[in-house]
């Protein structure tokens, strides 16, 4: 979520540096980042390679990277929303787009970002987390498509019915 995205917990600095949480956020199944408003990235988990299929150096190399991923027909509107995030002073947003891996699958993204400041005059950071959904995704859109074919049935049923 912002104009360029710099890994500097993994390129740039010690290992180990990051935020406080760091060590917690790696052993979670999902991406976290830090982002300042700018969109230059302060933190990002090892995870994103596997979420987003970002290893984490081209993860810093740019927003345009990420935004490549999305799929084509969400693009427009992930971008007008994190635009809209980043001028609407940060209201938390909680957004699900598809990503393109380079394998050419498509991955369900739930995405949830919000500003926080860590004092007075401190510099506002997005923080945020991606998470795959795609499982989710697959099974609710099996449920919804059982779900018309079963309406379909039924309605056809009393024609069916009928004719004999």
Same mark, same amino acid.
């Given at each position: 979520?912002?104009?360029?995205?710099?890994?500097? #917990?993994?390129?740039?600095?010690?290992?180990? #540096?990051?935020?406080?949480?760091?060590?917690?956020?790696?052993?979670? &199944?999902?991406?976290?980042?830090?982002?300042?408003?700018?969109?230059?990235?302060?933190?990002v988990s090892?995870?994103?390679?596997?979420?987003?299929?970002?290893?984490?150096?081209?993860?810093?190399?740019?927003? /345009?990277?990420?935004? /490549?991923? =999305?799929?084509?027909?969400?693009r427009?509107?992930?971008?007008?929303?994190?635009?809209?995030f980043?001028?609407?002073?940060?209201? &938390?947003?909680?957004?699900?787009?598809? =990503?393109?891996?380079?394998?050419?699958?498509?991955?369900?993204?739930?995405?949830?970002?919000?500003l926080?400041?860590d004092?007075?005059?401190?510099e506002?950071?997005?923080?945020?987390?991606?998470?795959?959904?795609?499982?989710?995704?697959?099974?609710?859109e099996?449920?919804?498509?059982?779900?018309?074919l079963?309406r379909?049935?039924? /309605?056809?049923?009393?024609?069916?019915?009928?004719?004999?």
């Open positions: 979520m912002g104009a360029d995205r710099r890994d500097s #917990a993994r390129v740039n600095e010690p290992a180990g #540096a990051g935020p406080p949480w760091a060590e917690l956020a790696e052993a979670v &199944p999902a991406a976290f980042y830090v982002d300042r408003i700018d969109g230059t990235s302060v933190w090892s995870q994103i390679e596997s979420i987003v299929g970002l290893s984490p150096e081209e993860w810093a190399s740019g927003y /345009e990277r990420w935004l /490549e991923r =999305i799929h084509p027909d969400d427009r509107r992930v971008e007008a929303e994190t635009r809209d980043l001028a609407g002073g940060g209201v &938390p947003v909680s957004d699900e787009y598809r =990503i393109l891996l380079p394998d050419g699958r498509v991955r369900w993204i739930h995405d949830r970002a919000l926080l400041t004092g007075a005059g401190a506002p950071l997005v923080h945020g987390v991606l998470v795959d959904v795609t499982d989710e995704r697959t099974s609710l099996v449920a919804e498509r059982v779900g018309a079963f379909s049935l039924i /309605e056809h049923a009393r024609e069916a019915v009928t004719i004999v």
